[in-house]
């Protein structure tokens, strides 16, 4: 992958921190799905101060998108070089459409696989 990528800091142990254009302080988590041994969950977003949690269903529109994906993808590729026993998983995140029942999740994880491939 030869995309421009933000660098990043470790936030925690499975946690890694970088800041998108217009100052939005990024975090990308890898969390263990409960039930399982070897199963891990890729997960991405703003942190929100307020709540000490990921928010994953608001849209930056930054204009930095690939820049944001490109390193996700990255921490992602170095982190199952370093646990080649994992399956790490991930889907886009599920918000309903305004004034609507229907859910954005196709949308967004197809946004991710088109943004990575």
Request: charged share 25%.
């Amino acid at each position: 992958m030869n995309l421009p990528s933000y660098d990043t800091v470790a936030y925690a142990e499975n946690a890694f921190q970088f800041y998108s254009k217009g100052n939005h302080n990024m975090l990308i988590a890898i969390v263990k799905l409960p039930r399982s041994d070897n199963e891990y969950n890729l997960g991405f977003g703003v942190w929100n101060r307020e709540t000490n949690k990921i928010d994953d269903k608001i849209s930056v529109n930054n204009g930095d998108r690939n820049q944001i994906l490109a390193t996700v993808a990255k921490k992602a590729l170095e982190y199952i070089d370093n646990h080649p026993e994992i399956k790490l998983l991930a889907t886009g995140s599920v918000r309903k459409k305004e004034g609507s029942d229907e859910f954005e999740m196709r949308l967004r994880t197809r946004l991710y696989q088109m943004g990575i491939s």
